[in-house]
């Protein structure tokens, strides 16, 4: 439910992985983000490619930073084709977490053949903040509706996984 940036790209090539990391790394260490190089041998990662569900299973490398205490971790991850797919939620972090995460996403697409962002704040499309703070506060509002309705409600949570969730139910509180 909270505002979340989508994003997706194929590189350009083996350089441009690179030149990524470097660059992440570099506005991650400008920012404090706290920040660590991802380097699997064998992974498994849901995508969704023409609207179907594809599982991809082998190595995965990359690199993820934290922009917000109360964000989602931003992961550059790619599989061994050099493709990448993945979210941000931001709702919790506010307006100036979302903008630096959309600063940081028009930095490296250049380095990628194709890259898509579907930002569920708008700015990506509008650069207008108060469009962004129109969704930030709308959502905020869908939110808190939800967990007046649900006493058992709680949230935001921090997954394992490092994932924000919106709010959790107790299925067994009446």
């Given at each position: 439910?909270?505002?979340t940036?989508?994003?997706?790209?194929q590189?350009l090539?083996?350089?441009?992985y690179?030149?990524?990391?470097?660059e992440v790394?570099e506005?991650?260490?400008?920012?404090?983000w706290?920040f660590?190089?991802i380097?699997?041998?064998?992974?498994?990662l849901?995508?969704v490619v023409?609207?179907?569900?594809?599982?991809?299973?082998g190595?995965v490398?990359?690199?993820?930073?934290?922009?917000?205490?109360?964000?989602?971790?931003?992961?550059?991850?790619?599989?061994?084709n050099?493709?990448?797919q993945?979210?941000?939620?931001t709702?919790?972090?506010?307006?100036?977490?979302?903008?630096e995460?959309?600063?940081?996403?028009?930095?490296v697409a250049?380095l990628f053949?194709?890259?898509?962002?579907?930002d569920?704040?708008?700015?990506w499309?509008?650069?207008?903040?108060?469009i962004l703070?129109?969704n930030?506060?709308t959502?905020e509002?869908m939110?808190?509706?939800?967990?007046?309705k649900d006493?058992?409600?709680?949230?935001p949570?921090r997954?394992e996984?490092g994932?924000v969730?919106?709010?959790?139910?107790?299925?067994?509180?009446?």
């Amino acid at each position: 439910m909270g505002v979340t940036i989508h994003f997706e790209g194929q590189l350009l090539g083996d350089d441009k992985y690179a030149a990524v990391l470097q660059e992440v790394a570099e506005l991650a260490v400008n920012r404090g983000w706290p920040f660590r190089e991802i380097n699997e041998a064998r992974m498994a990662l849901n995508r969704v490619v023409d609207e179907r569900s594809v599982d991809y299973l082998g190595p995965v490398t990359g690199i993820e930073v934290l922009p917000h205490r109360r964000s989602d971790p931003l992961r550059f991850e790619f599989d061994s084709n050099l493709f990448m797919q993945q979210y941000c939620k931001t709702q919790f972090a506010g307006s100036e977490a979302h903008i630096e995460v959309i600063e940081l996403l028009r930095k490296v697409a250049p380095l990628f053949d194709k890259f898509d962002v579907f930002d569920e704040g708008e700015y990506w499309e509008s650069g207008d903040r108060s469009i962004l703070q129109g969704n930030l506060d709308t959502v905020e509002a869908m939110i808190a509706e939800a967990m007046r309705k649900d006493p058992s409600a709680r949230g935001p949570l921090r997954l394992e996984s490092g994932r924000v969730v919106d709010f959790v139910s107790d299925p067994d509180a009446k």
